[in-house]
């Protein structure tokens, strides 16, 4: 079981806001920068923010990211079909090495 | 733009060795670290492990004592071995590129199933 724990599922309405928080500890995020990953069924993981909150060339601004002591977040404003995917943080552990999140399903309703 | 093309046997048998290759095609290879990842069936991603273009290792301590990762940086690539594969090495595996502290970018990822 991953040591960086995010909700099972979020889901808004099309143009809408979901926020997916991921909860790790002080050997974790609390102590390195956070990523994140958008994972669509059959493709390769992409990366959407690196460094707790930054955007690679690319990725649409609405993709944002944030970190505040043990936690970071992955807010998606505008939602779109498109986005329907299942989403990863990820970060080192003083302990374990990499590790990435439980994994988050976005449903847009 | 760097891409990764991977390959390798797909179907194993229990106890059977895992090898997948990786190549890195258009962009640079020294000075980055490369990784590899896995998912199983219905569960998030696993990290396994990296290596840095000069050989350099580090594994999950969970899949330490069955994981070699290597680099041939003659032909660009990185191969992983895993020993000993059970059922529930059944997995999506995926090579990356990891830069400092991201994987970007990824493989097509290569589906491996143990069976007997």
């Known amino acids: 079981q991953s040591v960086l724990t995010q909700p099972p599922s979020v889901s808004a309405a099309p143009g809408q806001k979901v926020s997916i928080s991921c909860s790790g500890s002080?050997?974790?995020?609390?102590?390195?920068?956070v990523s994140w990953y958008q994972h669509l069924p059959g493709t390769a993981p992409k990366l959407l923010i690196y460094d707790n909150n930054k955007r690679p060339s690319g990725i649409p601004g609405r993709f944002s990211g944030s970190k505040s002591g043990t936690s970071a977040t992955l807010g998606i404003t505008g939602l779109q079909t498109g986005d329907e995917a299942d989403y990863y943080c990820g970060t080192w552990d003083s302990s374990l090495g990499r590790v990435f999140g439980t994994g988050t399903k976005v449903t847009v309703l | 733009q760097v891409q990764l093309q991977q390959w390798g046997a797909g179907l194993l048998k229990p106890s059977e060795t895992l090898s997948l290759t990786c190549a890195v095609n258009?962009?640079?290879?020294?000075?980055?670290?490369w990784s590899w990842i896995r998912q199983p069936p219905g569960k998030g991603l696993e990290w396994i492990g990296e290596?840095?273009?000069?050989?350099?290792?580090t594994y999950n301590p969970s899949l330490k004592s069955r994981v070699t990762i290597s680099v041939d940086t003659s032909k660009n690539q990185v191969s992983l071995i895993l020993n000993s594969m059970t059922a529930a090495d059944t997995a999506v595996y995926y090579c990356?590129?990891?830069?400092?502290?991201?994987?970007?970018?990824w493989g097509q990822g290569t589906r491996v199933t143990v069976s007997s």
């Open positions: 258009g962009g640079s290879f020294s000075g980055y670290y």
């Open positions: 002080s050997s974790n995020i609390g102590s390195n920068y």
């Open positions: 990356a590129r990891l830069s400092k502290n991201w994987f970007d970018p």
């Open positions: 290596i840095h273009h000069d050989g350099s290792t």
